[in-house]
C-alpha cells in the first residue's frame, strides 16, 4: 500500500519533470528553505544586538527552534530530490556558467546543513540540559556530550562557533550570486530557468535582447583579457628557463 501510494506521487512527480518543471514538493521545500534562511540570517542579527536578559534569552530560543526546523527541512528536501529529481533545463547547458552553477549549489548545500548542525553542537556543547524543539512543539534531543570534560566541551563550542560564523559569511555571499544569475537567466538569457521554480512567472519569449547581447560582448572581452593575461603570466617563465 505505502510503495504504491509513493509510486504515484514519485509518477507524479515526473510529470512535472518532463514538463520542465520542479514538482510542488521540491518548489515548497525550496522557498519555505529560502524564508527560513532569510528569517535566520535577520534574527539573529537582531538578537546578537539585544542587551543581555529575558528577551534575549526568548530570541534565542526561537533561533535554536528555527535552526532544528531548518535541518529538519533540508533532509527532507535532500531526500525528496534524490527520489524526484528536478527538471534537466537550460541552467544545464554545457559551458562555464553550468559549472559555476553546480558548484554553487553544492556549497550552498554545504551551509545548509553546516548551520543547523554547527548550531546544534554549539547549543550542545555549552551546558545546556534541557532539550531543544522542532518548531517549538516537537522534543529535540542534545548531542550525548554530557560525558566529555569541560575542556573539550569548550574547545568543541568554539569550533561549532567560528565553523557557524564562516558558513554565514559563506552563505551571505553566495545568495547575491544566487539572485543574480537567477534575474540572468530570466531578463538576460530568457530561458526556462525561473519558470520551473517559480511557475506563476510567466516564462519569457525566446528573443534576442539588448540585454543578451551586452552580456555576450562582455562575456568575450573577459575571455579575451583571460587569455592575454595567462599569455603575459608565461612569458617571464620561458624567458628564465632559456636564460637557465
Not at 518548531?135 to 568554539?158: K, T
Request: aromatic fraction near 10%; hydrophobic fraction near 50%; glycine fraction near 8%.
Amino acid at each position: 500500500m505505502i510503495d504504491r501510494l509513493l509510486l504515484n506521487v514519485l509518477e507524479w512527480a515526473a510529470g512535472h519533470t518532463d514538463e520542465g518543471r520542479y514538482s510542488p514538493v521540491a518548489i515548497v521545500f525550496h522557498w519555505a528553505m529560502a524564508g527560513l534562511v532569510a528569517f535566520q540570517l535577520g534574527w539573529g542579527w537582531w538578537m546578537g544586538r539585544l542587551p543581555t536578559g529575558g528577551e534575549k534569552a526568548a530570541a534565542y530560543e526561537l533561533h535554536y527552534a528555527a535552526g532544528v526546523l531548518m535541518l529538519a527541512l533540508i533532509v527532507g528536501r535532500t531526500a525528496w530530490r534524490a527520489l524526484a529529481p528536478g527538471p534537466i533545463n537550460d541552467a544545464d547547458k554545457p559551458g562555464w556558467e553550468s559549472v559555476a552553477a553546480k558548484i554553487t549549489h553544492y556549497v550552498f548545500y554545504v551551509c545548509l546543513f553546516g548551520l543547523p548542525l554547527s548550531g546544534w553542537l554549539m547549543v550542545s556543547a555549552s551546558g545546556r540540559e534541557t532539550d531543544l524543539t522542532l518548531a517549538g512543539l516537537i522534543p529535540w534531543p542534545l548531542l550525548p556530550l554530557q560525558d566529555l570534560s569541560n575542556g573539550r566541551l569548550w574547545a568543541l563550542e568554539a569550533l561549532a562557533e567560528w565553523t557557524h560564523w564562516g558558513l554565514i559569511v559563506t552563505l551571505l555571499l553566495l545568495i547575491p550570486i544566487h539572485v543574480g544569475g537567477a534575474l540572468k537567466h530570466q531578463l538576460v538569457d530568457r530561458d526556462d530557468v525561473m519558470h520551473g521554480m517559480l511557475p506563476v512567472l510567466p516564462k519569457p519569449r525566446r528573443k534576442a535582447s539588448p540585454w543578451r547581447r551586452r552580456w555576450l560582448a562582455l562575456e568575450r572581452r573577459t575571455v579575451r583579457l583571460a587569455r592575454r593575461l595567462a599569455r603575459l603570466s608565461r612569458r617571464p617563465t620561458a624567458r628564465r628557463s632559456r636564460s637557465a
